[in-house]
């Protein structure tokens, strides 16, 4: 009987230690993913826990970078409108009529003076408000914690924020969201429960971002999308009749 040669039994020896190798590999990345399944399985308790804090942390954490930005372009008019006095209810720029950004920015001024990281700081702090109402937004229509949070987290990292965050010039933007998403809430909630402080709270914050920024003109045509929508089964047009 032939015994095998020595090539034999060092092929058979090498494909032997690629098994033994691919085994060690394959239960290293076994024991990754199981690994990574329990921190992400951990993380989203937590984030459930404190579901209604995590998204806006996260949109903080996302932009804070910005606070060693300086000022750019169109910020240094706005820098000058609060520097020389002017009163806020004044036309900017001889274009908009926005008296409510304009006393933020007077407001910054007279805070933080030139440190360009005190304005940065006070847009933060707006879109984390904004990833919050839009939390409470989406959880009010689906009753659904987990939707509500996935929402409001990609809203804060959503990278066309970037512009309205960082340049302080898009202010007006953040302002206008504001109030935007609070007059959605509240005439929700009045459509649903009937109850006239939520529904005198939507007219005031509509007004409210209509001086902030004009573009929030179609708010009357979202909320009645919003409540075709997802309120059909108890829509009905008579219900519309004290909103418009």
Not at 77 to 94: D, L
């Amino acid at each position: 009987m032939r015994m095998p040669g020595n090539g034999s039994t060092k092929n058979i020896m090498s494909k032997f230690n690629e098994w033994i190798l691919f085994i060690t590999n394959y239960n290293k990345a076994t024991h990754k993913i199981t690994l990574y399944y329990h921190y992400f399985e951990v993380l989203k308790a937590i984030s459930l826990k404190f579901w209604w804090i995590f998204a806006p942390a996260m949109g903080i954490i996302a932009f804070l970078p910005s606070l060693n930005v300086y000022f750019s372009g169109e910020d240094f008019i706005f820098i000058y409108f609060a520097y020389s006095g002017k009163p806020f209810y004044e036309v900017s720029q001889n274009l908009f009529y926005r008296p409510l950004p304009n006393l933020l920015w007077q407001f910054d001024y007279h805070l933080w003076g030139l440190s360009a990281g005190g304005y940065h700081l006070t847009n933060i702090i707006l879109h984390a408000l904004n990833v919050f109402l839009i939390q409470i937004l989406v959880f009010n229509i689906s009753r659904n914690k987990s939707k509500s949070l996935l929402a409001a987290f990609l809203f804060a990292i959503q990278p066309l924020h970037t512009e309205p965050v960082i340049w302080l010039a898009g202010r007006p933007d953040l302002l206008a969201t504001l109030f935007f998403l609070i007059a959605l809430i509240t005439g929700l909630y009045y459509f649903r429960n009937k109850s006239w402080p939520y529904y005198l709270i939507s007219i005031f914050s509509f007004a409210t971002s209509l001086i902030c920024k004009e573009s929030v003109i179609g708010l009357p045509f979202f909320f009645f999308f919003c409540v075709v929508t997802y309120y059909k089964d108890t829509f009905r047009v008579s219900k519309l009749s004290f909103m418009f």
